[in-house]
T-cell receptor
Framework: AQSVTQLDSQVPVFEEAPVELRCNYS??????LFWYVQYPNQGLQLLLK??????LVKGINGFEAEFNKSQTSFHLRKPSVHISDTAEYFC??????????FGKGTRLHILP | ETGVTQSPTHLIKTRGQQVTLRCSSQ?????VSWYQQALGQGPQFIFQ???????GRGNFPPRFSGLQFPNYSSELNVNALELDDSALYLC???????????????FGPGTRLTVL
């Protein structure tokens, strides 16, 4: 079985400051790792995903994430946030059979 | 724009009623998955269909059922609605993302179901 833990339910950060959203996962098999973003009243949009290879993954909107196998983590980072980044962010895993297991989400608040 | 559409956008039902939610996938996407997202929670996998057959199920009771049609549309049916069924229901179709060079799930905007 797989599980995902997002360590912060809410993260406030000032505009143009850097941000890190933390994610840890548990799995007995190899998994794909994802970060999705959900803007208010919208569906999910894929930010980035890790399948294999380089542990630093670059995604859309200036986000990147680093896979750390020893710490079973996949933290999401952005060097400078914008007000438009206000949204809910979900870390997720998939055991390669197309079924995705999501964390509970982290709400990113951008402060002016 | 993912090309995945869902209807209706919002729906209000009462306990005990039945509901059908619809999803239209992109042409060529043979796999569709349904998720339930309760308020303040992450989406939870309900089930997946591949070429009109159920291809995996999450921890949901049998009153949650689905159908997939040859025209890339699908339905989620919920019988004997309970208050806890109030949630955003998302469908996702699996297809090739040329920009990423791999398959991925493309999510629709969801149907918000309220059970009174």
């Amino acid at each position: 079985a797989q599980s995902v833990t997002q360590l912060d339910s809410q993260v406030p950060v000032f505009e143009e400051a850097p941000v890190e959203l933390r994610c840890n996962y548990s799995s007995s098999v190899s998994v794909y790792l994802f970060w999705y973003v959900q803007y208010p009243n919208q569906g999910l949009q894929l930010l980035l995903k890790y399948l294999s290879g380089s542990t630093l993954v670059k995604g859309i909107n200036g986000f990147e994430a680093e896979f750390n196998k020893s710490q079973t983590s996949f933290h999401l980072r952005k060097p400078s946030v914008h007000i438009s980044d206000t949204a809910e962010y979900f870390c997720a895993v998939s055991p390669r059979d197309d079924k995705i297991i999501f964390g509970k989400g982290t709400r990113l608040h951008i402060l002016p | 724009e993912t090309g995945v559409t869902q209807s209706p956008t919002h729906l209000i039902k009462t306990r005990g009623q039945q509901v059908t939610l619809r999803c239209s996938s992109q042409s060529g996407h043979n796999t569709v998955s349904w998720y339930q997202q309760a308020l303040g929670q992450g989406p939870q996998f309900i089930f997946q269909y591949y070429r009109e057959e159920e291809n995996g199920r999450g921890n949901f009771p049998p009153r949650f059922s689905g159908l997939q049609f040859p025209n890339y549309s699908s339905e989620l049916n919920v019988n004997a609605l309970e208050l806890d069924d109030s949630a955003l229901y998302l469908c996702a179709s699996t297809g090739w993302a040329s920009g990423r060079g791999s398959n991925e799930q493309f999510f629709g905007p969801g149907t918000r179901l309220t059970v009174l």
